[in-house]
């Protein structure tokens, strides 16, 4: 996240820190996904008309934090 949205990277680290599972609806290009990724601290259920995003990333980033992601279009 660039410029203004430090500010809203953190908002969601201090809101959504610690919750098991993370339900995000209107993935777009997988940039908030990271963030929830952070949050989770089980699994990232992100949801799309479109897969847009790198999944292969999402999935590798889940991976290293020991977390599922599943990305349903």
């Known amino acids: 996240m660039h410029g203004d949205n430090a500010k809203r990277r953190q908002f969601y680290l201090d809101t959504f820190s610690g919750y098991?599972?993370?339900?995000?609806?209107?993935?777009?290009f997988g940039q908030l996904s990271e963030v929830f990724l952070e949050c989770a601290t089980k699994h990232v259920i992100g949801?799309?008309?479109?897969a847009n995003l790198n999944l292969d990333e999402l999935n590798t980033l889940a991976s290293e934090k020991n977390l599922q992601y599943t990305?349903?279009?």
């Open 71 to 73: 990305f349903i279009c």
């Open 47 to 50: 949801v799309d008309l479109f």
């Open 20 to 28: 098991e599972t993370i339900l995000e609806l209107g993935v777009g």
